[in-house]
Structures are given as structure tokens and as C-alpha cells.
């Protein structure tokens, strides 16, 4: 059996300056920053926190208070949906810290997103909103014996959970997960398992030494082309791909309800 790995946020580095994107650690909280002119770093700012979600942060923090133009319609709402894009991730809110003038302006085109006025408001809400979700993590090798290992990990994990959904059906989607991993990993490989309530989730992404780390993730993060078996399509309410920051990707499922 492989051991299991608690090991939190494992990811400290901020992109480079010139991407008009920063980030860091506040604790287990993911703080996103932009630096430049939003309408130039959105396709990054979007990058920078789904490869955040790709840690399961606790939470996630969008600053654009570095960025004082105006944004038109379209622009706000590609900010909006870098909330969206975490609702279906246990237990972690995306909290967005905008000026007075960029508030306005969420007002004014009815854009249904409730961004702070600073930093620590926002961490107050992410301390509100964030729930206590249960997460293991182990790695694998990035040999096919692996994916019996981890069956076997899903299959005790779940049984100590309590976790109301078949255990056979966490098998078929780890296994998924785990063969579309491997066809590409060179590098050992994370499991997390995590539950928010009685909803499973998961995720395998391979882990490359520092030495081939990136500064920053896809500008644009890759979607795989191959679509998951009809099986699990049919026993997951979501699933996806996420860039990383040492530029391989992570894949993911939420278990339907």
C-alpha cells in the first residue's frame, strides 16, 4: 500500500513579473495578484488560479486592485468566472479583491460577483466560506502497477470515510484518471482523495522534479482531447483537466450526487 502524503499547499513561487501576474502563500491560501493591465493578463490571471486549484488550496484570493483601467463587459465577467471555475472544488472559495471604481463597475453591468475591498476582508469571507473537507494524498509510480494501488487507496480511504457512493465506482474513475496519467508521466505520480460532505472527488497529476519546473503555467491551460469512457461520464458530475506549475497537468473527477 502506498503511504500517504498530508503534505499541504507544496507550491510557493510567484510568476514573473512580466506575466502581470504574482502569486504566493498566505498559509494555505493561494493570494493571485495582478500587476498589469488586466485586458493583458486575464488568459494568465485565469492560468495562475486554476493551477492553484491543482493544489487544493483552502482558498483562493484574486487581487486586481494592481490594475485601475476600465473593463468592459466581457472582461468582468471572464473575472466572474474565475469563481465559477472552483465550484465544483471541495471546500475552496475563489475570492476576488477589487477597487471601489472596479466594483462599480460590477454594479453597474449586474455582474454577479461579490469582491471585497481588500485583503483581509477577504480572508475573513475564505475563512467564512471554506469548509473542512477531508483530503489524503499519496504517490504513485508512474508504472501501470499503479493503478491497482491506487484502487486499493480509494478502496480504504473511502470505507474509513464512510463515503456513501459505490466503492466500485471510485475504482472505474481513479482507474480512468490513472491510465490517462501514465500514458505521458516520467515522474512520480499524487492521488488526492477528498470529500466536502458526502461528495467524492479526485485527482492525479505528476509531479516533475524542480529542475523542470516552469515559472508560471500555461498561458492558456491545455484540455484534453480525449473524452473520459461513457461509464464514468455517467458517474461524474464533472471532470477536467488543470495546467501546473511544472508545466505537466493534473486531471480530475467529482462523483455525481
Known amino acids: 500500500m502506498p503511504q500517504t502524503d498530508v503534505s499541504p499547499l507544496d507550491v510557493s513561487q510567484s510568476a514573473d513579473q512580466s506575466s502581470g501576474v504574482l502569486t504566493s502563500n498566505l498559509g494555505a491560501i493561494r493570494l493571485v495578484s495582478a500587476t498589469g493591465p488586466l485586458s493583458a493578463c486575464l488568459p494568465m490571471l485565469r492560468s495562475q488560479v486554476l493551477a492553484a486549484l491543482a493544489d487544493h488550496p483552502r482558498g483562493i484570493i484574486c487581487d486586481v486592485?494592481?490594475?485601475?483601467?476600465?473593463?468592459?463587459?466581457q472582461e468582468l465577467w471572464q473575472i466572474a468566472d474565475l469563481a465559477g471555475d472552483a465550484r465544483v472544488w471541495p471546500s475552496t472559495?475563489?475570492?476576488?479583491?477589487?477597487?471601489e471604481a472596479q466594483r462599480e463597475m460590477f454594479r453597474r453591468f449586474?455582474?454577479?460577483?461579490?469582491?471585497?475591498?481588500?485583503?483581509g476582508a477577504a480572508l475573513r469571507r475564505v475563512a467564512t466560506e471554506s469548509r473542512a473537507a477531508r483530503v489524503v494524498r499519496t504517490r504513485l509510480q508512474p508504472h501501470p502497477q499503479s493503478c491497482r494501488n491506487a484502487r486499493d487507496f480509494l478502496d480504504c480511504t473511502w470505507r474509513e470515510w464512510n463515503v456513501s457512493f459505490p466503492v466500485d465506482d471510485g475504482k472505474l474513475v481513479v482507474n480512468e484518471l490513472m491510465r490517462r496519467i501514465l500514458a505521458h508521466a516520467r515522474s512520480p505520480i499524487r492521488l488526492s482523495l477528498a470529500a466536502d460532505g458526502q461528495t467524492p472527488w479526485l485527482m492525479v497529476r505528476e509531479l516533475?522534479?524542480?529542475?523542470?519546473?516552469?515559472?508560471?503555467?500555461?498561458?492558456?491551460?491545455?484540455?484534453?482531447?480525449?473524452?473520459?469512457?461513457l461509464m464514468v461520464e455517467m458517474l461524474c458530475s464533472a471532470w477536467g483537466s488543470l495546467p501546473t506549475y511544472d508545466g505537466s497537468q493534473a486531471y480530475w473527477a467529482a462523483l455525481a450526487r
Do not use: Q
Open 65 to 73: 486592485t494592481g490594475s485601475e483601467e476600465y473593463l468592459d463587459a
Open 93 to 99: 472559495p475563489v475570492v476576488a479583491v477589487c477597487t
Open 110 to 119: 449586474g455582474v454577479p460577483l461579490r469582491p471585497e475591498a481588500n485583503r
Open 208 to 229: 516533475r522534479p524542480e529542475s523542470e519546473s516552469r515559472t508560471r503555467p500555461f498561458a492558456c491551460p491545455p484540455e484534453s482531447a480525449e473524452r473520459p469512457s
